[in-house]
């Protein structure tokens, strides 16, 4: 099993749709979880870190279950621009050189 | 708006050639990656700097030789590299020492080896 797994996608929506998605760890001592962007040919930037309790940036929402090992990624009212591949990334002792990447989930926002 | 500067953006080299790849950051981050990612992959970690010193080296072929020579600074010199070293190259740095350290990346250098 890999240690971080994503559904690659494509996911094809419509602008102002929501969409969710969803990334499993297998690591049950994981500490601490991200989600990244990344646009074609570019660098991925922090999107947003996840915590417990869910945390909420406009429109973007992360959530985490550490019984399911699991977070979540809920974007809503679509744009064009949030076409990209959203990767989760999860660090395993608190230290920035252990992060895990997941192989990414392609979002396609389409008129 | 990247905070974390490299340097080439494109860089095409033969198999023969010596090159460096450059990276700056200016905010006090003690801790600087190089990652390589191929088309359609995530990043693959080879090499980590944490005050200066490599601290992590992922059995990256000593064709890639890194080299920290201050806390803003961090080159990757490249020589007599193979076609399948083609990809983007991609600096990062992070603080050292927290509890959920984010990485910053650099725009990264895509490289062509032919």
């Known amino acids: 099993r890999k240690e971080v797994e994503q559904d690659p996608g494509p996911f094809n929506v419509p602008e102002g749709a929501t969409v969710a998605f969803n990334c499993t760890y297998s690591?049950?001592?994981?500490?601490?979880f991200f989600w990244y962007r990344q646009d074609c040919r570019k660098e991925p930037k922090l999107l947003m870190s996840?915590?417990?309790s869910g945390n909420e940036d406009g429109r973007f929402t992360a959530q985490l279950n550490r019984a399911s090992q699991y977070i979540s990624l809920l974007i809503r009212d679509s744009k064009l621009s949030d076409s990209a591949t959203y990767l989760c990334?999860?660090?395993?002792?608190?230290?920035?050189?252990?992060?895990?990447f997941g192989t990414g989930t392609r979002l396609q926002v389409t008129l | 708006d990247t905070e974390v500067t490299q340097t080439p953006k494109h860089l095409v080299m033969g198999m023969t050639n010596k090159k460096s790849l450059k990276c700056e950051q200016h905010?006090?981050?003690?801790?600087m990656y190089w990652y390589k990612q191929k088309a359609k992959k995530p990043p693959e970690l080879m090499f980590v700097y944490s005050y200066e010193k490599l601290s992590i080296n992922e059995s990256v072929p000593s064709r890639f030789s890194p080299e920290c020579p201050n806390s803003s600074l961090l080159n990757l010199h490249l020589h007599a590299l193979q076609p399948e070293d083609s990809a983007l190259y991609l600096c990062?740095?992070?603080?050292?020492?927290?509890?959920?350290?984010?990485?910053?990346f650099g725009s990264g250098t895509q490289l062509s080896v032919l």
């Open positions: 990062a740095s992070s603080q050292v020492g927290t509890v959920s350290e984010k990485l910053f």
């Open positions: 996840v915590y417990s």
């Open positions: 690591n049950s001592a994981s500490q601490s």
């Open positions: 990334v999860v660090n395993r002792t608190g230290t920035a050189s252990k992060l895990t």
């Open positions: 905010m006090g981050h003690r801790a």
